[in-house]
């Protein structure tokens, strides 16, 4: 049997095991069927936000953004861009920071486009300002060694 992953289901909050062979396959959630590791940028709410930055082993980057935010917008196709470029070595999330003010707040976001990169259970690094998808992707490659 291959080595697993712990992921959890931004939907359903589901803890699943994915066996790392199966990452590129597009794996879903064994309780809701919800897509895992599909390329995709996921809507994260505060509990899928704190089980995913804490519990997840594959590395988690998360944009904190908001509606109003003219630079968030404008980065978002870039964001997706790079989530496709790394399906399943990276999963990306994002998190509305006017809905979620207390993760903002206790991620000490002070700007926003912010993209918080997470791995283990910790952030282990940041960048501000809206970036192309080639910075981001360089940024996660650089900071834990994803490779395309």
Same mark, same amino acid.
């Given at each position: 049997? /291959?080595?697993?992953?712990?992921?959890?289901?931004?939907?359903?909050?589901?803890?699943?095991? *994915?066996?790392?062979?199966?990452?590129?396959?597009?794996?879903?959630? !064994?309780?809701? !069927?919800?897509?895992?590791?599909?390329?995709?940028?996921?809507?994260?709410?505060?509990?899928?936000? %704190?089980?995913?930055?804490?519990?997840?082993?594959?590395?988690?980057? &998360?944009?904190?953004?908001?509606?109003?935010?003219?630079?968030?917008?404008?980065?978002?196709?870039?964001?997706?861009?790079?989530?496709?470029?790394?399906?399943?070595?990276?999963?990306?999330?994002?998190? %509305?920071?006017?809905?979620?003010? %207390?993760?903002?707040?206790?991620?000490?976001?002070?700007?926003?486009?912010?993209?918080?990169?997470?791995?283990?259970?910790?952030? *282990?690094?940041?960048?501000? !300002?809206?970036?192309?998808? /080639?910075?981001?992707? %360089?940024?996660?490659?650089?900071? &834990?060694?994803?490779?395309?």
């Amino acid at each position: 049997m /291959s080595e697993a992953v712990k992921l959890s289901c931004a939907t359903c909050g589901q803890m699943n095991r *994915v066996p790392k062979d199966r990452l590129a396959h597009g794996p879903k959630c !064994g309780s809701c !069927g919800a897509p895992l590791a599909d390329g995709k940028v996921m809507e994260l709410d505060a509990a899928a936000h %704190d089980k995913a930055t804490r519990g997840d082993d594959l590395p988690l980057i &998360v944009d904190y953004w908001a509606a109003w935010c003219g630079p968030c917008r404008a980065m978002a196709p870039e964001f997706a861009k790079a989530a496709q470029a790394l399906a399943g070595q990276v999963r990306f999330g994002k998190l %509305d920071t006017e809905a979620h003010p %207390d993760i903002a707040g206790r991620a000490r976001i002070q700007g926003i486009p912010a993209l918080i990169l997470y791995h283990g259970g910790r952030e *282990v690094g940041r960048l501000t !300002g809206a970036r192309p998808a /080639s910075q981001i992707i %360089d940024f996660i490659r650089t900071t &834990v060694g994803a490779r395309t």
